[in-house]
């Protein structure tokens, strides 16, 4: 069983950038899939991104593209959220997740992190 571990999160000025990290344990790591959500106070929980197992293919909510990138390092069993040019709107708890479809994963992801607070000031 993998298990998630978010970081990287804080406070940051509009305009400026982040990069969260999720760090999973187990061996399997490689065989997941992974995706990034986020929740904003009194907001439900938003999917922000999702990445194959081989970082081949990557796809974002349109909130978020052109600003975010996703990658992943097997090697190290870590997933990534950077985020650049951030908004007010962009806080928000972001957690990640995993599941071993590439379908699911966008939905109802069976494994999840904890969450990491980032919160943007204006």
């Known amino acids: 069983q993998v298990q998630l571990v978010e970081s990287g999160g804080g406070l940051v000025q509009a305009g400026g950038s982040l990069r969260l990290s999720c760090a999973a344990s187990?061996?399997?790591?490689?065989?997941?899939?992974m995706a990034w959500f986020r929740q904003a106070p009194g907001k439900e929980r938003e999917f922000v991104g999702r990445?194959?197992?081989?970082?081949?293919?990557?796809y974002y909510a349109d909130s978020v593209k052109g600003r975010f990138t996703i990658s992943r390092d097997n090697a190290k069993n870590t997933v990534y959220l950077q985020m650049n040019s951030l908004k007010p709107e962009d806080t928000a708890v972001y957690y990640c997740?995993?599941?071993?479809?590439?379908?699911?994963?966008?939905?109802?992801?069976?494994?999840w992190g904890q969450g990491t607070l980032v919160t943007v000031s204006s």
């Open positions: 997740a995993a599941d071993r479809s590439i379908v699911v994963v966008t939905t109802t992801p069976g494994l």
């Open positions: 187990g061996r399997t790591f490689s065989s997941y899939a």
């Open positions: 990445i194959t197992w081989s970082g081949a293919r990557i």
